[in-house]
């Protein structure tokens, strides 16, 4: 068969990593008899530089007109003045916006050989995989009003919380969907004790479960679920949470890998096959880390969260379960034999680069 693919680098190491994995994504066509179109275009300062925004109108038009988009990341100390018209950022937020995505989803695995890499005690991480699947086009940081503005009395800032029930709707159906096909355990993540907008979230959860009976539902409150992350990671399976509240546990949940740069995500417009002018809907891949500018440069960054976005890519965008789950099989069993990129590398090891992690991975595909 044969798949077209948006390859869109960015910044810092985001060309380092994503090279990596299309390296990997070649040795999966070879293997399983695929053929895989790679197009490139700028995003990110990159694009600033070169075309003056962070999202030119060919990239975007690039975008909608592939199977899916893999992208490194966006940023660095070159564009970070406050006063700039352009910012990296806004490059990835457009896209995601242009391809309608709402669900962003981020497994967080931890590896047995990876174990001792974590700041968590090994004994509380054992058996820990999980998702988070975060709301990503609503709440806190896209609603109206959001302004600052000075008075006689001084300075004040707004932002506003606002979800639609259907909004609401939409990414928990996602998480009861993928819940299914997991261990049929779904953690709804809110702030009901104090926030209307959660008890409206935490309502739809509800109603939306009836469709789910196979699937169980807990309701648990957000500064308690960033304490259990901690304390009882393992008994998570799929957690659902709103933009806000899914951004930080993410992130924090990154910490029980051992390093950021071992973890996937991908932002879709919901699991099911999506009808839009016809046609399939466009999904974006991403590690969840960023463009690192300490290290960029050096080829030594980190390509397994790259790497692993391109499974999920073959397996959600491409429905190549297969050939995901060699990709996966493949990390693994790196992993297990020792190989170690420096920033997960506590344990001793085989010290390697970017590209001889990404050839070593790619060999046993």
Known sequence: ???????????????????????????????????????????GGAAIDEFGTPLPDETMALCQET??????????????????????EDGILAIRKGLGVFANLRPVKVYAAL??????????????????VRELTGGLYFSRPKRRWTTARGRRGVDTLRYTEQEIERIL??????????????????????????????EVAVEVSADYPDVELEHMLADNAAMQLIRNPAHFDVVVADNT??????DEASVLSGSMGMLPSASVAGLKTASKRGR?????????????PDIAGKGIANPIGAILSVAMLLRHSLQLVEEATAVEESVE?????????????????DLVGTSRMGDVIAGRV
């Open 1 to 43: 068969m044969r798949f077209r693919i948006a390859v869109l680098a960015g910044d810092g190491v985001g060309p380092e990593v994503t090279a990596e994995a299309v390296k990997v994504m070649e040795a999966v066509g070879r293997r399983f008899g695929h053929a895989f179109d790679v197009s490139t275009a700028k995003v």
């Open 67 to 88: 199977d899916a988009v893999l992208f490194g990341a966006v940023g660095g100390p070159k564009w970070d003045d406050p006063k700039a018209k352009a910012r990296p």
């Open 115 to 132: 174990i001792n890499s974590s700041p968590i005690k090994p004994k509380v991480l054992e058996g820990v995989d999980m998702i988070v």
């Open 173 to 202: 159906r996602v998480g009861f969907d993928l819940a299914r096909g997991r261990r049929k355990h779904l953690t709804s993540v809110d702030k009901a004790n104090v926030m209307e907008s959660s008890r409206l979230w935490r």
């Open 245 to 250: 509240f899914g951004d930080i546990l993410s």
């Open 280 to 292: 399939r809907s466009v999904s974006l891949y991403e590690p969840i880390h960023g463009t690192a």
């Open 333 to 349: 069993g790196v992993l297990a034999e020792g190989y170690r990129t420096a920033d997960i590398a506590s344990d001793g090891g």
